[in-house]
């Protein structure tokens, strides 16, 4: 059973930076494609970053190109999201998320999440 765990999240000013982590256990990740989401409040979950966990491939949204970045450590099983320059509109809770399959689509496996908020 796929597990996922998430940590680093917490209080940040604007123009800060944050790391969080996904701990994933139960498989190995070498076919699944892992990502992150978030949710702010009263909005719907939204897609952020993915990596294909074979050959690194990632994707982002536009909102946060060139502000966050994701990464993965083989070694221990750990996806990373490097958030630089922080805003508000960031604030959300951050979820990551596990698909079977190289590339985008539905993600069957979610952890608890992490709160992440910037203040002005």
């Known amino acids: 059973q796929v597990q996922l765990v998430e940590s680093g999240g917490g209080l940040v000013q604007a123009g800060g930076s944050l790391r969080l982590s996904c701990a994933a256990s139960?498989?190995?990740?070498?076919?699944?494609?892992m990502a992150w989401f978030r949710q702010a409040p009263g909005s719907e979950r939204e897609f952020v970053a993915a990596i294909v966990w074979s050959g690194g491939r990632t994707f982002y949204a536009d909102s946060v190109k060139g502000r966050f970045t994701i990464s993965r450590d083989n070694a221990v099983n750990t996806v990373n999201l490097q958030m630089n320059n922080l805003k508000p509109e960031d604030t959300a809770v951050y979820y990551c998320a596990a698909r079977y399959g190289l590339g985008l689509g539905q993600f069957a496996y979610w952890g608890q999440g992490t709160q992440v908020t910037v203040s002005s």
């Open positions: 139960g498989r190995t990740f070498g076919s699944y494609t």
